[in-house]
């Protein structure tokens, strides 16, 4: 079936740049997605991507895709310790339809 | 506005014992679906709904789970009888369009956690 991965860990420093890769399978997504979820809580929508796309930036966060290698990556602009959380890249077709999310991606940010 | 609403908000129970979760949409959202997040995994959707309708239950356990959103609007998601390895957060979620719309956002309840023991 189709699939969604993501690296397990990110450690950065607070200040740097963090940087969040993802690949996916199904050449058929039209939007790429970015969660946040901290802690007993639950999913946070950070931003998306319309697959005809190949970049957006909204305040700290860029997201970049390369739709021919299917690849996307979130990117935070000085990192601070309350972005510490799990990401997750997710994926579907039109109307939110076939969903897949990877397995998310722990940034630890240290002081 | 409310956001979507679950309960309860944990739920332990043994083996083989039967569990029903509770979903509350957002008010007028047509889409509702139901995903599985068992620790250390993403989301994973088990059910799709479209008003009361399902427009895909691919990865649904038929055998064990079932699921039905009457009048298009509170759901309910059953596991009888549940095993060991259905615990997990199950996590409602929903959204204003329908599969003819173009982007969709999906807007996340608190989940459930269930321990089967």
């Known amino acids: 079936g189709e699939d969604v991965e993501q690296s397990l860990f990110l450690s950065v420093r607070e200040g740097d740049s963090s940087v969040i890769n993802c690949t996916y399978t199904?050449?058929?997504?039209?939007?790429l997605y970015w969660y946040k979820q901290e802690p007993g809580a639950g999913l946070q929508l950070l931003t998306y991507?319309?697959?005809?796309?190949d970049m957006k930036q909204d305040q700290r966060l860029t997201v970049l895709l390369n739709k021919k290698d299917k690849h996307l990556s979130l990117r935070i602009a000085d990192t601070q310790t309350g972005d510490s959380a799990i990401y997750f890249c997710?994926?579907?077709?039109?109307?939110?339809?076939?969903?897949?999310f990877g397995a998310g991606t722990r940034l630890f940010v240290k002081a | 506005e409310a956001g979507v609403a679950q309960s309860p908000r944990y739920k332990i129970i043994e083996k083989r014992q039967s569990v029903a979760f509770w979903c509350n949409p957002i008010s007028g959202h047509a889409t509702l679906y139901w995903y599985q997040q068992i620790l250390g995994q993403g989301p994973k959707l088990l059910i799709q709904f479209q008003n009361n309708g399902v427009v895909d239950d691919s990865q649904l356990p038929k055998d064990r789970f079932s699921a039905e959103r009457l009048k298009g609007v509170d759901s309910t998601l059953k596991i009888q009888p549940a095993k060991l390895e259905d615990s997990a957060v199950y996590l409602c979620?929903?959204?204003?369009?329908?599969?003819?719309?173009?982007?969709?956002?999906?807007?996340f309840g608190p989940g459930t956690r269930l321990t089967v023991l």
């Open positions: 997710a994926a579907s077709k039109e109307g939110g339809f076939k969903t897949i």
């Open positions: 979620a929903s959204s204003l369009g329908g599969l003819l719309s173009s982007y969709n956002e999906q807007f």
């Open positions: 199904d050449s058929s997504s039209t939007y």
């Open positions: 991507i319309f697959s005809n796309m």
